[in-house]
């Protein structure tokens, strides 16, 4: 069993506040480890790490070699794709098939795509007349805005990490990184391949812990953290921002959802199906852009709830390693209970349980983990709580809808806009809905197709601001301008 150590300038450690928490396997409730957790003393010593790098080398080198570098850590991530692979099923018990497909490559991408961004975004100029005739020329001066704390939660570990860590050291920040408590280990390798890539003692630093009273809080509090940016809980963005406030630091919040699907009776039944069974279900539903509200058109309402249950049934739970495994658990006890609640819920606020609703019977070991059924539910009132709140769970609600009109209505009734997922033939419609539904991310006939040059975040309670492409390096830089008479 080894332990998961910080990683602060350059260097593992255990810290100085000898607490430990336990490292769990979801799959089985069996203890893997365990995590040093950082307190204010390593907090400290890794946000003066950070600022010490930018002083050094780091804050000198050309954006050429400062690319060519992330580069380096993206082949570094690839030359070690199996050991991600393991620390982040091992951390989350996900099927291989989806954290070899998705979450280790687009860790890699993430390093790759914001160097690229950096060196292909021109800067802008505006040439002012002036009386003498001479004029002046403005220029745009990208410079890095600090410190960046990083926060990041336990459902796309290293993905929604590197998302972020990317585009902040591709513009010249330096990081502090606090994951999540459940999901240590690929934050903790890519210390790892930062050593070896030769990246500068500081640049890049990790803190084990919680949120309040233990690391996240104390980075969030940190007077040496110039930004942050968070993925998380609504309410955990709240309590950042509060922090946030002290000294006027930035933020960017990437927060829940509770996205609807719409899908149209023109839409390929096929695709609408296969494309909603992977919103609702996939990475067992703890996908903040996930749909668990599905509003369908009445004429093909029956067939949809009938072919959904089919696909929700065939859904395989199981060992992270087995081929035929579709699903995995949920991330922990707590989380179980959680979605548990809202399964009990939904039966108390009148649903009718079309599938699901309990604990699945695994076989071994797997019994005690923290598996739960993909659920699908109809017959509840726009008013019910499962309605409104996240569950970020395997489950969804189903309910029929008679015109575009209603639809949007409902799709909008809610205090999230994160995402949706408009299913139609009838590009008209799709254009028509996608503009009305109030959410960052609408995707039509599709689901978590990623382009990351593209604009990512939520409206309403789902976020303040934007990353991905350009939309990354305006929160991760300041723009000075430069104003040169001539
Ligand atoms: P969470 O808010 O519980 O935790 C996220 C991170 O914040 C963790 O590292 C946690 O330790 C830390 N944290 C908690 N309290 C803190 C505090 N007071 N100060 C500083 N740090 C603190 O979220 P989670 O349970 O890890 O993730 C699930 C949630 O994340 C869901 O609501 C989901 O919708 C959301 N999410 C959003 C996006 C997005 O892009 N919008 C992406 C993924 C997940
Ligand atoms: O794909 C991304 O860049 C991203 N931020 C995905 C978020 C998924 C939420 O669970």
Redesign the pocket.
């Known amino acids: 069993m080894k332990d998961i150590l910080n990683f602060i300038d350059g260097e593992f450690t255990k810290g100085t506040s000898g607490r430990t928490f336990d490292n769990i396997n979801p799959i089985n409730g069996e203890k893997l480890g365990v995590v040093h957790e950082a307190l204010e003393p390593e907090v400290d010593a890794a946000v003066q790490a950070a600022r010490r790098a930018l002083d050094g080398p780091w804050g000198t080198m050309s954006v050429a070699d400062r690319t060519a570098l992330l580069h380096r850590v993206a082949d570094g991530i690839n030359a070690r794709f199996d050991e991600f692979l393991d620390a982040e099923i091992l951390d989350t018990g996900k099927p291989l098939s989806l954290a070899s497909h998705i979450d280790i490559p687009r860790g890699a991408a993430n390093f790759k795509v914001f160097a690229d961004v950096v060196k292909n975004v021109p800067a802008e100029t505006f040439q002012l007349d002036t009386p003498d005739g001479r004029g002046a020329l403005n220029y745009g001066l990208r410079t890095p805005k600090g410190v960046v704390a990083v926060?990041?939660?336990?459902?796309?570990p290293l993905l929604?990490m590197t998302w972020k860590v990317g585009p902040a050291l591709a513009c010249g920040n330096t990081v502090v990184v606090?994951?999540?408590?459940e999901t240590p280990r690929t934050t903790t390798l890519l210390g790892e391949v930062m050593k070896e890539v030769g990246m500068p003692d500081g640049v890049f630093n990790v803190v084990h812990g919680?949120?309040?009273e233990s690391a996240?809080?104390y980075l969030?509090q940190h007077p040496g953290v110039d930004a942050i940016t968070f993925?998380?809980?609504?309410r955990?963005g709240e309590?950042?921002m509060k922090a946030a406030a002290v000294g006027l630091r930035h933020v960017s919040m990437?927060?829940?959802?509770k996205n609807a699907g719409v899908v149209f009776a023109d839409c390929d039944l096929d695709k609408a199906i296969e494309g909603t069974m992977r919103s609702v279900f996939a990475n067992c539903g703890q996908v903040?852009l996930g749909t668990e509200r599905v509003y369908v058109e009445r004429p093909i309402f029956d067939e949809f709830v009938k072919r959904l249950k089919s696909s929700a049934e065939n859904l395989r739970l199981g060992r992270p390693e087995d081929g035929d495994t579709s699903m995995g658990p949920l991330i922990s006890e707590e989380h179980r209970e959680k979605v548990l609640s809202y399964y009990k819920l939904a039966v108390e606020e009148g649903a009718t349980v079309v599938t699901g609703g309990g604990v699945p019977k695994m076989d071994g070991n797997l019994a005690s983990g923290w598996w739960v059924e993909p659920t699908i539910w109809t017959g509840l009132p726009e008013t019910a709580r499962v309605i409104k709140e996240?569950v970020?769970g395997p489950c969804c609600h189903v309910q029929p809808f008679d015109s575009e009109d209603e639809a949007i209505r409902m799709a909008n009734h809610t205090d999230y806009g994160?995402a949706t997922a408009i299913w139609t033939e009838d590009l008209s419609r799709a254009h028509r809905v996608a503009a009305q539904i109030d959410v960052g991310i609408a995707w039509v006939n599709s689901w978590f197709l990623r382009d990351l040059r593209t604009a990512f975040g939520?409206t309403k309670h789902?976020?303040i601001g934007r990353e991905g492409g350009v939309h990354s390096l305006e929160f991760y830089t300041e723009l000075r301008n430069v104003c040169v008479k001539l």
């Open positions: 926060i990041s939660p336990w459902n796309l929604l606090k994951p999540s408590e919680f949120g309040p996240g809080a969030t993925t998380g809980e609504t955990t309590a950042i990437e927060c829940g959802g903040c996240e970020f994160l939520g789902s976020g």
